[in-house]
């Protein structure tokens, strides 16, 4: 196994701090994230507010910490519903073949129509807007890539000879999946997962922005975004630091992805 790359690693530093940054702030942060003190409004960056206080008098690092616990949560479980739904589907599209992977892979191709904003859209004109809508938004709109990810993998195990002896015994096509398929397109799972998990950051800044995703007084990077409009004049700090809070985050996922791809990829580690 080839070791993880520089690149990988500053991504899984950024993704650390971030990580970190959400586990302090459940038992800590420097002032409490959704009270109002008029008083302190529109502060700059100081000693007693490191980032300064938006145009309610919040602590803005406090917010971005805070909202970090959002931003990995949105990520978790909308990566989580993709991986539970889009692998199983692809291991099956790759062991069947036939008309059942023609089903699936042009299902697959059917819900590529229908982007996680769109979707969003939708659910939150029948259920309103809320982080469960954004989170099952963007969780629906990734399950193609996983499938199509976990049907690629598929399709090369199932050339291995240790599959054809299995068949050979009679073993049962879920044994099978479960304990030849799965444990050998982990690899590249976890690489989607990473990659993912980018793009469902920046799908739940979206749609906190545009009003359809975590409702206020949560601070929510993308709502934290939005907010900052009408300071733009007279405090444009206010939306650097979440926007890059939500830039780096990204980087940092998207790097950790390239640098597992490059360790965890079969065909990059022959090369």
């Known amino acids: 196994m080839r070791r993880l790359p520089l690149t990988g690693w500053t991504g899984a530093v950024i993704v650390g701090v971030t990580v970190l940054l959400a ?27 490191l980032l300064g206080t938006d145009r309610y008098g919040r602590d803005v690092f406090s917010r971005i910490m805070a909202g970090a616990q959002i931003t990995l949560f949105v990520g978790l479980v909308a990566v989580g519903i993709s991986a539970l739904l889009g692998v199983p ?19 697959a191709d059917l819900m590529l129509a229908f982007p996680a904003l769109l979707l969003a859209i939708i659910s939150g004109a029948v259920f309103g807007p809320s982080t ?10 990734g399950i193609p890539g996983f499938a199509r990810v976990a ?21 049962p096509e879920p044994v099978i999946a479960g304990r030849h398929v799965l444990p050998n397109i982990a690899g590249v799972i976890v690489v989607q ?19 359809l995703g975590t409702s206020p007084p949560d601070p929510s990077w993308g709502r934290m975004l939005q907010s900052a409009q009408a300071s733009l004049g007279s405090a444009p700090q206010l939306a650097l630091w979440p ?29």
């Open 23 to 49: 586990l302090v702030s459940l038992l800590w942060t420097p002032y409490d994230p959704v009270h109002a003190m008029p008083y302190e409004r529109l502060l700059g960056p100081s000693p007693e507010h």
């Open 89 to 107: 589907f692809g291991i099956l599209a790759g062991m069947r073949r036939g008309w059942t992977e023609s089903l699936i892979m042009r299902g």
């Open 132 to 141: 469960l809508t954004a989170m099952v938004a963007i969780g629906v709109a």
């Open 151 to 171: 049907r690629a993998g598929t399709l090369q195990v199932m050339t291995e000879d240790f599959i054809a002896s299995a068949r050979v015994s009679r073993v």
């Open 193 to 211: 997962a990473s990659v993912a998990f980018a793009l469902a950051i920046l799908a739940e800044a979206a749609l906190s922005f545009l009003g």
């Open 243 to 271: 926007g890059l809070a939500i830039a780096v985050t990204v980087l940092g996922f998207n790097l950790l992805g390239d640098g597992l791809r490059d360790v965890l990829d079969p065909r990059r580690s022959r090369r």
